[in-house]
Nanobody, 122 residues
Framework: QVQLIESGGGLVQPGGSLTLSCAASGRPFSSSSMGWSRHTPGKEREFVAAITMSGGDTYYASSVKGRFTISRDNAKNTVNLEMNSLKPEDTAVYYC???????????????WGQGTQVTVSS
């Protein structure tokens, strides 16, 4: 229903910042809540952040609250994840997702992107 393409991943030093972007196509972008999750080999996929259809409400995992900010621009069909004060434990493949808020939080969205690698290391 929704095709998602993430970008913006890369290598950053601890304490640094990075912003991920997700471009959506297909289903009307504004009709879906959006979110981000991350996965590291050997660990379970972890919910990171979510935002409602209108962008009026956001949700964050405790591990990133205060450091990450999710936002969306419905006119441009994009959702961003601004990451600040990055830590080595933030290293993961980050995936954009579309669906319900419950789907974002519990790891069962309607659509996933292909993922973008974020590596936090000195």
């Amino acid at each position: 229903q929704v095709q998602l393409i993430e970008s913006g991943g890369g290598l950053v030093q601890p304490g640094g910042s990075l912003t991920l972007s997700c471009a959506a196509s297909g289903r009307p972008f504004s009709s879906s809540s959006m979110g981000w999750s991350r996965h590291t080999p050997g660990k379970e996929r972890e919910f990171v952040a979510a935002i409602t259809m209108s962008g009026g409400d956001t949700y964050y995992a405790s591990s990133v609250k205060g450091r990450f900010t999710i936002s969306r621009d419905n006119a441009k069909n994009t959702v961003n994840l601004e990451m600040n004060s990055l830590k080595p434990e933030d290293t993961a493949v980050y995936y954009c997702a579309a669906g319900s808020i419950a789907g974002m939080i519990h790891g069962d969205p309607d659509s996933w992107g292909q993922g973008t690698q974020v590596t936090v290391s000195s």
